[in-house]
Nanobody
Framework: QLQLVESGGGLVQVGGSLRLSCAASGRTFSNYAMAWFRQAPGKEREVVATISWLGRTIYYSDSVKGRFAISRDNAKNSVYLQMNSLKPEDTAVYYC???????????????WGQGTQVTVSS
């Protein structure tokens, strides 16, 4: 009954930028953390960035730290991921996620979006 819809993915050149958006709809509620995960071909799904309800706790994976920025707008039930200085290894399907607290593992995620493809060409 809760839906997460990602948008903003696409094809970019090395060094380019993209901004991903995710909006929650349906049965929503307060005090939840949101996150971005990604899954590259042949690899496990991994956390990219997470943000708590009030934004007081933010986590970035080492591979994206300094290049990506996560933010949220609770009035819109949305979370965003600004991706800069993109590299070929950033190529993956990016998934929006919701959890009761900040989650850095897939086992703690309660809801998933269907994903949006990001492809970085060299």
């Amino acid at each position: 009954q809760l839906q997460l819809v990602e948008s903003g993915g696409g094809l970019v050149q090395v060094g380019g930028s993209l901004r991903l958006s995710c909006a929650a709809s349906g049965r929503t509620f307060s005090n939840y953390a949101m996150a971005w995960f990604r899954q590259a071909p042949g690899k496990e799904r991994e956390v990219v960035a997470t943000i708590s309800w009030l934004g007081r706790t933010i986590y970035y994976s080492d591979s994206v730290k300094g290049r990506f920025a996560i933010s949220r707008d609770n009035a819109k039930n949305s979370v965003y991921l600004q991706m800069n200085s993109l590299k070929p290894e950033d190529t993956a399907v990016y998934y929006c996620a919701i959890s009761p607290v900040v989650a850095t593992t897939t086992s703690r995620v309660n809801y998933w979006g269907q994903g949006t493809q990001v492809t970085v060409s060299s």
